[in-house]
């Protein structure tokens, strides 16, 4: 993409009301733009970034045999009516009328809706075990919108559901979503932490959160240093003996932690850091199988209700825990399966007949290669043009100068660590295509 | 996809409420469920042929030199005051409140907020001329909503909106948007007549709609013959010329033709059918840019405002299009650019050991050679499963049965024409791979 044709309004300044730095910097990188109170437009570099996480979460739910579908965004009250959670749930919900005066809502999650589609389209043993899922805009109509995606009030969430004849069963599509939750933010190039949860109102006995440990996160946690010892390889690897060593080792939001009387971490292994919350699974049992009636015929011809459970990712926030964990000062530092463009090409003169010719050839050539690239052929000067691509943190800058030229040469910098090297057009090709 | 695993809540019955062919086969064939009046969930096939379709408008979108971003589905009600139209616009806009008692909406049409993020990102002709576009869910409360996702409440719509510095820039955008069109519509294999259409409350002076013929539509066309003569390879080819050629040739809405006192097209060559409206292009110029005060600084200083168009497809609806114009008795008739699978695999016999070995073995082998396949590998009988098979409307159907693995053949049927042959397993794959 050439930026002379792109929409891509990096800023300077740091808008004052933007506190953390992932939000700071999804402004100043020109990724999103406020609408509305914690309501965000995503900017063409934004959208991409959040297209690839959502990739990434889609392969994994697809790996672990989850089906897509797709669910609107307003649902009609009636529906939570009959769960019983229409007057439960607090003000975060936003409810509305429409022309006809029917009580509507904006969709927070999904339990009652995804039951009574698994009710019309499954009768038997057979249409079981299940687990459906869908990657929909959701709406919390939060008090204080703040810290930009990562509390934002319409967000992007990931919700699946499972649909099991017995508890045995649940506990089975547990793991699965268990196994893809870690391959997915592993994948994301996160370390996410796997804490034991309280069921709340949702009800059921098992559920776990999953937060990414930055130091502005939401959250304080405790948790046995071992779990820091998971590599990156277990987790992509990750099957059940994974889940149980994880689990197995202790780990408690503050809350949790402070009605332990007897922590079972010695001091020096007991780490407290903050979290940011990115996924959060329950296994619930028959509550809303029950109350909206979903009747499974078993093999012995008898009636069950299915034993369900929910599985969410924060897809928009994940963009901002992202951030978060990967940055430096001078902008994003993006990891290679997220960046919105692999490489960014920087023509230093855009007035320079002979350097723009072999920086267009450039670009042409990796876009030939299949590497995304942005290529800033603007015409303005090289400072501003480094200024943009750190901030915008792709992995690769690649730059162009006349002085190279002479040489024969064009300029690499790897974004994460600042490192340079000269080198020919072609070593330049073969690396970034690989 | 293993139908096994896969949730496909295909039904015999017509749903009562449903009138038109469309929604009785996009219900009988599990591609959608209605979870409110006029809002409708995605099940995994419908959904599949809604990704299909949305990546054709994106190709074609971006290849037109549009950069997609993306805006959220609730707006404020200021930025709608801000051009006069949150009065203006009637019920059908769904206007809500949040819990600050603040007034929201849920976007019906997205013109005020992309003049507000362009106005951001954009100072000086330099950063003209630029096309922006989204694929969005979006709301019009229908006072009646009917024809399933024809006329339905919440859809998805692809809405595109150009920048230019003059009105010269303006034509060569919306022609460029006309291109995309022509071609988008082609590829999903309908034919499109453009249609001029008056300009109405949106104000400028030059709009066009885009119809699908169908029996069903709710639109009365007449035009010149001489349109279908324009074949499938000068929309693909489509350029100014294209564009000069079908816009030089007669087309009306019957509210417009009835106003025309002599018609240009003599008797034996005007036809009359009627038309689904899939498309509609505006040039409207400065009426946002101006009331929203979007300032543009041109080369020689000047200030102005700038040249603006608005371009929707409504691709949710695309589906119900294609069906009224791609079906037959038996159901749907997918075109092979948008079908959910590309082939539909039958095993006969699921109760039968070497059959089910045999139509594992070519299951795995389509997969890995990359063919969509959907297998129907369920204990049923052969009826069914043709049915099932017919009603969901696959390009190909390939059925593996006992007798014919005894002759070491199994037979491909294609669904468009209910031809059917016998050939060995490796001619099959070479056919269905290619």
């Not at 990562?150 to 045995?168: C, H, N, P, Q, T």
């Not at 292994?269 to 009747?295: D, N, P, Q, W």
């Not at 902008?331 to 002979?354: C, H, K, Q």
Request: aromatic residues 8%; proline residues 4%.
């Amino acid at each position: 993409m050439r930026l002379t044709r792109y929409f891509l309004p990096v800023t300077k300044e740091t808008p004052a009301d933007a506190q953390i730095v992932s939000h700071k910097l999804m402004l100043r990188a020109g990724l999103i733009r406020q609408t509305a109170a914690g309501i965000y437009a995503w900017l063409p570099l934004g959208l991409r970034v959040l297209k690839n996480i959502e990739a990434i979460v889609r392969e994994e739910q697809n790996r672990a045999g989850a089906v897509e579908l797709l669910m609107p965004t307003l649902q009609s009250a009636d529906l939570w009516r009959q769960s019983g959670r229409y007057d439960a749930y607090g003000p975060e919900m936003l409810r509305l009328k429409d022309r006809h005066d029917r009580d509507m809502l904006y969709g927070p999650t999904n339990e009652e809706m995804i039951t009574l589609i698994f009710k019309d389209g499954a009768r038997s043993y057979r249409d079981l075990p299940r687990i459906l899922y869908h990657i929909q805009w959701k709406f919390r109509d939060e008090v204080r919108p703040r810290f930009g995606v990562m509390r934002g009030r319409e967000f992007l969430m990931k919700d699946a559901y499972s649909f099991d004849l017995d508890e045995d069963g649940l506990r089975k599509s547990y793991e699965a979503m268990f196994v893809a939750y870690l391959r997915t933010f592993a994948r994301l190039g996160l370390q996410a932490v796997p804490v034991k949860a309280p069921t709340g109102p949702i009800g059921g006995d098992l559920s776990h959160e999953f937060h990414i440990l930055a130091d502005t996160g939401e959250s304080a946690l405790f948790y046995d240093a071992a779990i820091e010892e998971v590599t990156r390889d277990d987790l992509l690897s990750a099957d059940a003996s994974t889940i149980a060593r994880l689990t197995g080792l202790y780990a408690m939001e503050e809350e949790e932690h402070a009605k332990v009387a007897d922590c079972p971490v010695p001091a020096e292994r007991l780490r407290s850091r903050r979290g940011i919350e990115v996924g959060h699974i329950f296994a619930f049992g028959t509550k809303y199988s029950a109350s909206m009636g979903v009747s499974i015929q078993t093999k012995d011809g008898s009636q069950i209700h299915p034993q369900m459970g929910s599985y969410g990712i924060g897809v928009s926030r994940l963009i901002g825990a992202i951030i978060e964990a990967s940055h430096d000062e001078a902008g994003i530092v993006w990891p290679e399966s997220v960046a919105p463009f692999r490489v960014g090409l920087i023509n230093m003169r855009a007035d320079d007949a002979a350097c723009t010719h072999a920086a267009d050839r450039l670009y042409g050539q990796l876009c030939e290669a299949g590497v995304e690239t942005l290529y800033d052929d603007r015409d303005e000067r090289g400072g501003a043009k480094f200024a943009t691509m750190d901030v915008i943190g792709l992995p690769w800058q690649l730059i162009v100068g006349p002085k190279g030229l002479e040489k024969g040469v064009v300029e690499l910098k790897r974004r994460a660590t600042g490192e340079r090297e000269e080198l020919s057009v072609e070593s330049a090709l073969a690396r970034l295509a690989g």
